[in-house]
DNA sequence: CATGTTCGCGAGTGC
DNA sequence: GCACTCGCGAACAT
């Protein structure tokens, strides 16, 4: 609340600067969160699969190395039609089954009305963003589930380019950590962690936008915040850390100092690699971004400097992370045991100091290691999404959401500021309200996402959305109601026209 | 629709 | 401690 101004475009208010992403991912720590869900099932449907697995992997190796990795040359993206259909079917199946199964909600009452089966919408609660119910809408809700579905078909990624593209990225990864640990003693420890859309599944379009932090482990820090809202802090070295010290200034480790160290290496490395271009540098931002064209995208790669703390997370994130409904009480306690991260990030000039401290020496915590990690394992059930589990539409009302606000970002340039990273805070906070899967049940991808709206359109209406992780950090804080308003009422007319807009 | 492919990723293994 | 291999899940393709 205490409008800070965000600068960085927009953005997850971590990592990113200009672009949409999220963050850090993993933990390969300690306690591993995952260990609650899947490990279950893996373990039946080992046996049965892995000799076939084998036989088909010792095959493909030896005769034909690569055959794949061509780089088809096609730049033109094929105009897609026939899958609409199939994605809208395919839903069918597995909620039926499920609907006669069991966990029948008080509400789930189908409406037969004029519409075809999928189209069967159980009137839940809110409604919001919903025409009035009646035959006629209902069949709109057909119709719009058609434009939803196809939508969806188009934001896919191909697996041809994603192919290409991520060979082309690992390489440059890969060089510039190698580059790191031979030719730098202070960013030696340096660990991948791959964030953002891309590494989410939640990329959409195309394969164009690649996160990955570098995270240095620290020993002993001491961690004060900086500003009132619990985002972004100083750090200051205890013992150890010994490789860090020429960072310091006064008692602080300096974000700048490391950031332009850490870039400079960065460029050193990517020297090798020319097809790759590095971008300028962007006040505040955490991340060094090199580019290049690969068939005909622009592909771009962001590299965030990061720093690992292995303590326990800052107070500001007590109130946070409120999914014991959602995905339980233990499952919170395994994240809250995980590191945490701090990026070099910072907003305004730079220049503000406060207790001897320059914002532009500060950094702000990180937790797309969690969220990574909640997206992945999204389901209230374990078994969420699984071959044997019942298919839900979270990711698929995040991809569209984040599509919609692409497309809106488009049409409107004062719409700059808003970025995936509000559409996916959005999705947390409403997963957080409608904690069960059969909520978001895949036959009702239309009224799911008209519900994920509607989220939204109030977080733009009363101007907050907090952060998921420190609840005192609202998102909206550097936008101005105006802007909400009207970004509000955009969505609010896609909504009540049946999305003309993806069309 | 079922089956096959690829990438990402963690677990296991061997050094 | 590491690097490398193996096998699985998710998402896409056929």
Not at 37 to 65: S, Y
Not at 411 to 432: E, I, M, P, R
Request: with cysteine; net charge positive.
């Amino acid at each position: 609340m205490t409008g800070r101004g965000r600068t960085c475009k927009a953005k997850s208010p971590d990592t990113k600067c200009a672009k949409s992403k999220s963050k850090p991912e993993e933990m390969k720590h300690e306690s591993p969160p995952r260990c609650t869900r899947k490990d279950f099932k893996e373990e039946k449907q080992k046996g049965a699969t892995k000799e076939q697995k084998l036989k088909v992997k010792a095959e493909t190796t030896e005769p034909v190395t690569k055959s794949k990795m061509q780089p088809k040359g096609t730049t033109e993206d094929s105009p897609k039609t026939t899958k609409e259909q199939k994605s809208g079917r395919k839903e069918k199946s597995p909620e039926q089954s499920r609907e006669e199964k069991t966990k029948v909600q008080p509400e789930d009452i189908k409406t037969t009305k004029t519409c075809t089966a999928k189209d069967k919408i159980p009137e839940t609660n809110i409604q919001p963003l919903r025409p009035k119910e009646n035959p006629k809408a209902d069949r709109c809700e057909g119709k719009v589930d058609t434009i939803l579905f196809t939508t969806l078909d188009k934001l896919r990624i191909k697996t041809d380019e994603k192919s290409y593209t991520s060979k082309v990225v690992n390489e440059l990864v890969d060089a510039i950590l190698s580059h790191l640990k031979q030719n730098t003693q202070c960013f030696k420890e340096a660990e991948p962690l791959r964030t953002g859309s891309y590494y989410e599944n939640l990329k959409i379009s195309n394969p164009d936008e690649f996160d990955v932090m570098l995270a240095i482990p620290v020993d002993r820090v001491d961690v004060s915040p900086f500003g009132d809202d619990g985002a972004f802090y100083s750090v200051e070295l205890k013992r150890g850390n010994s490789h860090l010290k020429k960072f310091e200034e006064s008692s602080t480790l300096s974000a700048s100092k490391m950031l332009d160290e850490f870039r400079a290496e960065v460029k050193e490395c990517a020297k090798k690699y020319p097809e790759w271009e590095l971008t300028r540098k962007k006040k505040g931002c955490p991340a060094v971004t090199l580019i290049r064209t690969v068939q005909s995208v622009t592909v771009s790669l962001d590299i965030v400097l990061s720093l690992v703390v292995k303590s326990s997370w800052p107070s500001f994130t007590k109130e946070g992370l409120q999914i014991d409904s959602w995905l339980g009480t233990k499952v919170k306690r395994e994240y809250k045991w995980l590191p945490y991260y701090l990026v070099p990030k910072f907003e305004g000039t730079g220049t503000e100091e406060k207790d001897g401290v320059l914002a532009k020496d500060t950094w702000r915590v990180s937790f797309s290691h969690v969220e990574k990690a909640i997206l992945k394992n999204h389901g209230s059930q374990k078994t969420c999404c699984e071959k044997e589990g019942d298919r839900c539409r979270r990711k698929d009302c995040l991809k569209l959401l984040k599509h919609l606000l692409s497309l809106l970002k488009e049409n409107n340039s004062s719409f700059k500021k808003f970025c995936s990273y509000h559409a996916k805070t959005t999705l947390l906070h409403a997963c957080c309200s409608r904690t069960k899967d059969t909520d978001w049940r895949a036959s009702s991808l239309s009224q799911c996402f008209r519900l994920l709206l509607a989220d939204f359109v109030s977080h733009l209406e009363e101007g907050i959305l907090n952060n998921f992780f420190i609840p005192t950090q609202n998102l909206l804080s550097s936008l101005s109601r105006n802007k909400c308003n009207s970004l509000a009422r955009c969505i609010r007319e896609e909504c009540d026209k049946g999305f003309p807009i993806f069309k």
